[in-house]
C-alpha cells in the first residue's frame, strides 16, 4: 500500500496567494483529516470528512480555509487568500472504522511558507 | 472537552538505557483509546502503540510499553534499550469513542534526544 500521499511536499507563496493542497487517502479508508502543526500551537484538527462528507470543521480557523473531498480518493485544502500565519506543516490523514483502534495514518506532511 | 498534556517538552537517554514520557488527560468518559506516535525528523507520523481503555493489560510492542493507569488519568510511554533510531518528537493523543467523533486530541509533544 503507497499510504497516504501529499502533494506538495513544501510550498513557499507569497502574501495574498491562493494555496492549495492536495491528498490522496489510503484506498478503502471511508475517513479523511486535515491537521494543521505549529510550534505554538501543536497538531490541530482543522477538519475531518467521512464518507467525502465534512463531518466536523470547527478547526477552520476562518473563511480563508475551505476543504473538499470530490471523491473517496481525493480531497483538497484551499487557503485564499494566504497569510504569513498560516505558514506550518498540514497533515492529510486517513483511517476506517472498519479497522480496530481507529488508528489515523498520516501522510508526510506539506510544509507550507507564505512570504 | 478532552485534554491531553505532555509535561516534558525535552527528554534525554543515553544509547541502551530506558526512558519513560509521561502523558496526562483529562475526560469525563470511561471508553476511549490511547495512543502514542512517533515523529522523526523527516516529519513522518509513525503509531507507536495503543491502549483501549476498558483494558487492565498494558499494551507493548517491542521495546515499547506503556503504563496506563485509569484512575489516575495517566498513559506513560517507557522505551528500553533506547536506539539512536527512537530521537524524535513523541506525541499521546486521545480518540473518544462517544459521540461517534473520530477526532484525535493531541499533547504538545515531547522531544526526546538519544545519546551516544
Known amino acids: 500500500d503507497a499510504g497516504v500521499i501529499q502533494s506538495p511536499r513544501h510550498e513557499v507563496t507569497e502574501m495574498g496567494q491562493e494555496v492549495t493542497l492536495r491528498c490522496k487517502p489510503i484506498s478503502g479508508h471511508d475517513y479523511l483529516f486535515w491537521y494543521r502543526q505549529t510550534m505554538m500551537r501543536g497538531l490541530e484538527l482543522l477538519i475531518y470528512f467521512n464518507n467525502n462528507v465534512p463531518i466536523d470543521d470547527s478547526g477552520m480557523p476562518e473563511d480563508r480555509f475551505s476543504a473538499k473531498m470530490p471523491n473517496a480518493s481525493f480531497s483538497t485544502l484551499k487557503i485564499q487568500p494566504s497569510e504569513p500565519r498560516d505558514s506550518a506543516v498540514y497533515f492529510c490523514a486517513s483511517n476506517s472504522d472498519l479497522g480496530s483502534f481507529y488508528e489515523q495514518y498520516f501522510g508526510p506532511g506539506t510544509r507550507l511558507t507564505v512570504t | 472537552a478532552q485534554t491531553v498534556t505532555q509535561s516534558q517538552p525535552e527528554m534525554s537517554v543515553q544509547e541502551a538505557e530506558t526512558v519513560t514520557l509521561s502523558c496526562t488527560y483529562d475526560?469525563?468518559?470511561?471508553?476511549?483509546?490511547l495512543f502514542w506516535y512517533k515523529q522523526p525528523p523527516s516529519r513522518q507520523m509513525i503509531l507507536v502503540i495503543r491502549q483501549e481503555a476498558y483494558k487492565q493489560q498494558n499494551a507493548t510492542e517491542n521495546r515499547f510499553s506503556v503504563n496506563f493507569q485509569k484512575a489516575a488519568k495517566s498513559f506513560s510511554l517507557k522505551i528500553s534499550d533506547s536506539q539512536l533510531g527512537d530521537a524524535a518528537m513523541y506525541f499521546c493523543?486521545?480518540?473518544?469513542?462517544?459521540?461517534?467523533?473520530?477526532?484525535?486530541?493531541f499533547g504538545k509533544g515531547t522531544k526526546l534526544t538519544v545519546n551516544p
Open positions: 493523543a486521545y480518540r473518544s469513542l462517544q459521540g461517534g467523533s473520530e477526532k484525535l486530541v
Open positions: 475526560t469525563s468518559e470511561s471508553d476511549y483509546y
